[in-house]
């Protein structure tokens, strides 16, 4: 596996992490996975081989803002979703959609049966954060996000996309 895949799942990671805790996907770590993404496709495969990723990128794009659109996801998921697929055709874009749709409905499952255990856990995370290093060093309060509760209760499906990436990368061989 390359230094890039390695730094790609780094991402990701922090990405599933701050989805978890905050339910929110920072534009800044999307536009890092697409930027390693261009910079790797150039160093090694040049840049004529950026159309089809692209492609993938605006399509999927499109669809995750459409299941926003419908609120059944988040307009960060929907980036994110599209900046991975970038990465994952490469490997296999059909076994990312497949164990990503997977792991977010065992997300989604888990979430309403163990919703409150969930929410507990995070907000405990955050409060330790909130007195460590982490507030110190952004120098700002952190503010948890009340819990949802039932049907509108918010699903962090940044976990789910960083769980397909994982299984992706495992299963291509970490080539």
Not at 115 to 122: D, Q, S, V
Not at 145 to 152: I, K, L, Q, R, Y
Request: proline fraction near 2%; aromatic fraction near 16%.
């Amino acid at each position: 596996m390359s230094n890039f895949h390695w730094l790609f799942l780094g991402v990701c990671f922090l990405t599933a992490l701050h989805d978890f805790l905050y339910f929110k996907i920072p534009n800044y770590l999307v536009l890092i996975l697409m930027v390693l993404f261009v910079i790797k496709v150039a160093i090694f495969q040049g840049l004529s081989d950026l159309y089809f990723p692209l492609l993938v990128f605006a399509g999927f794009l499109t669809a995750g803002f459409a299941l926003y659109s419908f609120k059944l996801f988040g307009a960060g998921d929907a980036k994110l979703l599209a900046a991975t697929a970038m990465w994952a055709v490469e490997l296999n874009l059909l076994a990312f959609v497949v164990f990503t749709a997977l792991a977010g409905g065992i997300l989604s499952i888990l979430y309403l049966w163990l919703g409150k255990t969930f929410e507990a856990t995070r907000v405990h995370a955050v409060n330790l954060l909130s007195k460590g290093l982490v507030a110190k060093f952004k120098g700002q309060k952190v503010e948890v996000t009340e819990p949802a509760s039932g049907a509108n209760r918010v699903v962090p499906y940044g976990v789910a996309i960083f769980v397909g990436a994982v299984v992706v990368i495992i299963q291509s061989g970490m080539r």
